[in-house]
């Protein structure tokens, strides 16, 4: 490690956990929540299983970015692995019960 990076390291850490940066962090947490409930309430990140079955994994997470880089100023959400990301992206399916191989092998 260099000493730029260290010292680099050190006042990110004092940056991010000023009062300032901890108070809007706690606005992006509680925003972030509220989305990701209604997602939740929508059936997006979840299905309910069927008579006794556990619950279906619609989506692996939500995923937040804002870019530094190519598109900068951009801030980006996405449902990892929910069905538009499955379409348009590079998505899998997040639950492999669905995987009608692991069906047709009764691994569910």
Known sequence: MTSDLVARAKREREIVSSPEAKA???????????????LERHDLTWRDGDDGELPTMMAQALVITADYGADYGSID???????LDQLYGEGADPNPCDDPAVRAAGKH
Do not use: N, P
């Not at 606005?27 to 972030?32: D, G, L, N, T």
């Not at 959400?77 to 069905?83: C, F, M, V, Y």
């Open 24 to 38: 809007l962090q706690g606005a992006i947490f509680k925003a972030v929540q509220a989305y990701s409930d209604f």
């Open 77 to 83: 959400i996405t449902l990892k692995d929910g069905a």
